[in-house]
């Protein structure tokens, strides 16, 4: 417990709390002390002695960050004494320092220099010594460290250790042969990523108080030219928050913000991986195909075609021969101009986007059991939560802030389970790894259940008040003993016991999962036993317990959200709901269709069949991203007419009549949300490249070609047409979400958003339905012709379909060819070298990788990325789960051979 | 003669390491780290282990080390590079250490270093082309009133004079 204490700062007085420290109570008066190590994040060490002080009755200064406040203290920040010593230790740092500040990129932001300045500090009075420390380490793809300019401060290794929860970097040496070292990544020897090695985040880089670690950039400017905006990382579904530093339209480095969702941390991705946006590929000019070939348009010509195709399409084959896909990458307001443009333009529902590639059995699944297809708590939760079940998510690689997170609460003595078939970063620090065979999740979930019900670890109360169908359930499960579990899993049935018991008897547990559990032909059926196992513990509508899909884009739950769904209008109101449907024709002034759309793989299947005559594709990629390239790029020539609106020529984009350039996240306003549910904004940096525009100026001015109302101004005319529809969204609006982004539902402009969902029940059904559920595995199993098991998954240095991070020279570099993971011993089996290229084939196509041999991956189980083209995709299957229609991208039989 | 005169010179490392990393030793290492497993701090012993059967800590031990104890590589390093008992390539089969301390060093272990590297014929830290010393960097050894002291192994000598070096060397070839 902590109490009020009165202390006197340079003669102010000022009561606080008796737990924090002197340096904070200073800031609480507005008094500046200099810091280099300090960091509100970390525990202060006083390592770098810069911010001592005068405490009276003290035999010696003290740091004041590292001091308590205690009753009575009387500090004194600016005596001659304190001065001189800031001074003298100043003059010691700058002994070893270069005098290169002329030439530095850090000048201007240095911490070195301004209290060099600040104190008076002769450059030239000082005996400069043999410096000791004179390597530069330029290993890394991304950044440099320099250790002449380190002044040892040890920041970066307390981020790298307490933050980011790597411990690449540590001290070297002694005495004055002491300086930093860092573990760098390196492949040579097993998987992609290795403990303790550098995962290039940039975390430390962006935290250096010198210029001692510093980006690797082409870039020349200083910082005093620099315009800073705030905005959303256009990646993962964490949606961190970062500034985009500006130099003459010119987007030059990347600063992540503290306080947020990120609370200053950023990944590799999110630190580097800015530099596509300047790209020479980018698309500049509309593109029409004349005799096979791509020729420059004006937008008056190509948008003609396409409006003129419309007509003729609608005419001739009515409004079901349409189909649109929208894109998980763009904003909301783009998403609902292009649910719009296919309901109220085209007159039909199929609309989809790539949601139903990663999370469609999320959405179906949490839906009809609890009510709502989302992450039940927020991110900032994660650190509260006692137990951990992470399962099928590589959440360090895919998700990497929200697995720093966890590795810190995890770190701090909370529990973790993962269940992952392969031996992923998280398996390290678990206190039950449960490598189980691909595809083998509701097995698990129901042994799992088993064992909760029968050692009577179940929460007997929160279920009869809060749950139905308990009987159907139990009824199913009781055939699920650990020990049928654990061999259906390939487990061992003590680590089965061991993990329910860890599950059910925390007070606040967690699931989180991604796409282990969704991309199977039973996915929504996984999904569901997911949220059994979370109801049967009463842990759903709790802070910090809950059951979390990780959204694996920046803007799928968005996307989701706005409608970019054949079954559903913004906000889930369904297309067949009459008064939803009246309400939309009201306000677009058209007929609406009630008729449910395709999903994508059927839309897919309906342009091969040539019932889908017309598709207008935005800022996706199916060629790569869907099942089976072969099928989708027969689908894609077999149609009439084909639009793509992209920022680069994508592989799909090869495929289409009309391609037409488009803006990036940096070049455009409007707002994003990210996977807990938080809507925030994303803000125009620079202005768009060429002829290229935003995806919603394009969308509406297609809307008003095709006789629609659309006079937007800007984006924000768009939210508020949507959010006047979207009950989820009705009190949002962007001054609200200006400063740190609003949770959904938000039904009024008084409402302060959702936390976390089901905190007064199951309001939406009643009660939370329990889903009787077997183990049914994945439809196609090794056999003797295809004798090994793929799985495909995400890497931690790529992006989807690598339209962007192919594009960004690091990224590239680090991981630069497809690759498939074997074990050692399966490696042996087939006479695989580490690093040679072989052949992998399945029954739909075949693909060339690298092979990587690594002891984290089970025998007879092989690993993909999905991110490359003619890669993964060309062997996966493309069965379909029958209720939501998402493909088993995770589990496919293949075989391998020599090149 | 100067130290920059042997910069380079690894000729001796590369056939060395051959011996060095053989199964049976990394046997013994992972006997070790099952003991020092179950004690607190399992690093430090097991680097001293290490250090004992492979005559040295080099990053491919490291790495297997910090793979054993799911330990950081960087803070191992960070200890084998701070001890002067540790070092990351083989040493000599005998260690010669001529304290540098502030005793010793002004009671002139400077020309002992000195000799000791003419003697030898070898760069100080380095080792000896037959592989029979090593000159090791050596802080204070805590027995100031001898100095200045020469520790050779375990054996200690205090009060060693220059001409004194060359007898006391010849007992361990």
Known sequence: MSNKVKILINNMSVEIDNDLTILEAARLLNIDIPTFCHDDRLNPTGSCRMCVVEVEGARNLMTA?????????????????????????????????????????????????????????????????????????????????????????????????????????????????????????????????????????????????????????????????????????????????????????????????????????????????????????RLKQPLIKKDGVFVESTWEEAMDLIVKKINETKAKHGPNAFSGLSSAKCTNEENYLMQKLVRAGFGTNNVDHCARLCHASTVAGLATTLGSGAMTNSISEIGGTDTF????????????????????RVKKGAKLIVADPRKIELANMANVHLQIKPGTNVALANGLMNVIYNEGLYDKEFINKN??????????????????????????????????????????????????????????????????????????????????????????????????????????????????????????????????????????????????????????????????????????????????QDIFLT????????????????????????????????????????????????????????????????????FKEMASLTPIYAGLDYDRIDDNGMQWPCPTSNHPGTKYLYKDGFTKLGKAIFTPIEHLGPQELPDSEYPLILTTGRTLYHFHTKTMTDRVEGLKATVPDNFIQVSPDTAKQYQLKHNEFITVSSRRGSSVAKVQITDTIDDGVVFMPFHFADGANMLTNPALDDICNIPEFKVCAVKVNKC | MTVESFEGNNFYEDDRMKEIYTNEKFKVLDECIEKNKLKPGPLMPTLQDAQRIFGCVSEEIQEYISKALNESYSKISGVVSFYTMFSTKPRGKHIVGVCTGTACYVKGSQKLVDKVCEILKTPYGQTTKDGLFTIAPTRCLGDCGKAPVVMIDEDQYGHVTVDQIEKILKKYK
Request: negative net charge; proline residues 4%.
């Open chain 1, 389 to 408: 079940l992470v399962i099928g998510s590589n959440t360090t690689e895919t998700h990497p802030v929200i697995g720093v997170m966890i590795k810190q």
């Open chain 1, 651 to 718: 592989q799909t984009a090869e495929f289409a009549d009309v391609v037409l350039p488009a803006a990036s996240y940096a070049e455009k306003d409007g707002t994003f949300t990210n996977t807990e549910r938080r809507v925030q904004r994303i803000r125009k940096a620079v202005t768009i490249k060429g002829n290229a525009r935003s995806d919603w100026e394009i969308l509406s001015e297609l809307l008003t070609r095709l006789g629609l109302e659309a006079n937007y101004n800007n984006a924000e005319d768009i």
């Open chain 1, 65 to 281: 960050c590292s001091t308590k406040v205690r009753d009575g203290m009387v500090v004194r920040t600016n005596t001659k004494n304190v001065v001189e010593t800031r001074k003298g230790i100043l003059e010691l740092m700058w002994a070893n320092h270069p005098n290169e500040c002329l030439v530095c990129e850090k000048s201007g932001e240095c911490k070195l220099q301004d209290y060099s300045y600040q104190y008076n500090v002769n450059p030239d009075s000082i005996f400069k010594p043999l410096n000791s420390r004179d390597f530069i380490d330029n290993s890394n793809e991304f950044y440099t460290f320099d250790s002449r300019k380190c002044i040892l401060c040890g920041k970066c290794v307390q981020i790298c250790s307490e933050l980011q929860m790597t411990s690449a970097i540590g001290f070297d040496e002694r005495g004055i042969d002491t300086h930093i070292k860092i573990k760098q990544h390196d492949d040579s020897i097993d998987g992609v990523i290795d403990l303790y090695k550098c995962v290039s985040c940039g975390n430390c880089v962006n935290n250096c108080p010198v210029g001692a670690l510093m980006p690797k950039t082409k870039d020349k400017y200083r910082n005093w030219e620099v315009d800073k905006i705030k905005t959303t990382c256009p990646y993962c579904g964490v949606g961190c928050q970062f500034n985009l530093v500006v130099k003459d339209n010119k987007v030059v480095r990347v600063e992540p913000v503290k306080g947020g969702t990120n609370d200053g941390l950023l990944c590799v991705k999110g630190s580097f991986g800015y530099k596509f946006i300047n790209h020479p590929d």
């Open chain 1, 467 to 644: 749950t139905n169908n308990l009987e159907d359930l139990l009824e199913v499960i009781k055939e699920y003993t650990p020990e049928k579990a654990a061999e259906i899993c390939g487990v061992s049935k003590e680590d089965i016991v061991k993990a329910a018991r860890l599950y059910a008897s925390a007070d606040r547990a967690a699931i989180y999962y991604a796409m282990g559990i969704t991309q199977h032909s039973s996915g929504t059926n996984h999904v569901k036993s997911m949220a059994n196992l979370a109801l049967m513990t009463g842990n759903v509508g709790k802070e910090s317990t809950g059951i979390n899909p990780l959204r694996g884009q920046n803007n799928v739950q968005g996307a989701c959200d706005m409608g970019a769904l054949p079954d559903v209008l913004p906000g889930y109101q369904k297309v067949f709901d009459d008064a939803v449907a009246k309400k939309y024709e009201k306000a677009w002034g058209v007929s609406l269709s009630r008729e449910v759309g395709h999903t994508l793989p059927i839309m897919m299947n309906e342009a091969s069949s040539q019932d889908i005559k017309f598709m207008y594709i935005m800022g996706e990629n199916p060629v790569v991203s869907d099942p089976d390239t072969n099928h989708i790029k027969k689908a894609l020539t077999n149609l009439d007419f084909l639009v793509v």
